[in-house]
């Protein structure tokens, strides 16, 4: 059975950092290319970064340039983002999600951030 | 960046009855490879999005045959042909054609009336 499970959520104040984590466990994760999307109330679903299945591509929205960054280990099958320079804009459910386009797709559960002080 | 409109913004039903929900693309979806990267989401209350349709009307892995999907170009339908309960909760739509990036359509909710 495919689990994506997502960690590393929680509150944190203007301008700090978290790292969030992606577990893959069911399915060729080496595979695939990999997403970050999140969700908040105000924005909807909203893509933040992609990474190819090697991990040697990837792009960001330009919402987050510069001050995320995407990366993956394919020996442990994770998923990881680095949240730098956060803002109240960044607060949502973050969830690692892929691929999109043949007949496999896997969504995580998701981890909460919350920007505030 | 693409565009996705998504139509209604809400959408009461009753049990039993069919529903149908529009999304447009301010671009044509037809990727060079001949295929168009169109997918639709369910996210019930409390629960992540799931796939349910994609490359317009293929339907995932333990999708209910009353879900459909349907449409070329800019225009694409989802519908369902006789809702049930479990079928209750907020539906997207989404284009992996021309990206990044991603988008996503504002979504549309289905509640029972």
């Known amino acids: 059975q495919v689990h994506l499970v997502e960690s590393g959520g929680g509150l944190v104040k203007p301008g700090g950092s978290l790292r969030l984590s992606c577990a893959a466990s069911g399915f060729a994760f080496s595979d695939f290319y990999m997403t970050w999307i999140r969700q908040s109330p105000s924005k909807g679903l909203e893509w933040v970064s992609y990474i190819s299945s090697s991990g040697s591509i990837v792009y960001y929205a330009d919402s987050v340039k510069g001050r995320f960054t995407i990366s993956r280990d394919n020996t442990k099958k994770s998923l990881y983002l680095q949240m730098n320079s956060l803002t109240a804009e960044d607060t949502a459910v973050y969830y690692c999600a892929g691929p999109f386009r043949g007949s496999s797709s896997y969504w995580g559960q998701g981890t909460l951030v919350t920007v505030s002080s | 960046d693409v565009v996705m409109t998504q139509s209604p913004l809400s959408l009461p039903v009753t049990l039993g009855q069919p529903a149908s929900i529009s999304c447009r693309s301010s671009?044509?979806?037809?990727?060079?490879?001949?295929?168009?990267?169109l997918n639709w989401f369910q996210q019930r209350p409390g629960q992540p999005p799931r796939r349910l349709i994609y490359q317009v009307s293929n339907r995932d892995s333990g999708v209910p045959d009353r879900f459909s999907g349907s449409g070329s170009g800019t225009d694409f339908t989802l519908k369902i042909s006789r809702v049930e309960a479990e079928d209750v909760g907020i539906y997207y739509c989404m284009q992996g054609t021309h990206w990044p990036p991603l988008t996503f359509g504002g979504g549309t909710k289905v509640e029972i009336k």
């Open positions: 671009q044509r979806l037809v990727y060079s490879d001949g295929n168009t990267y």
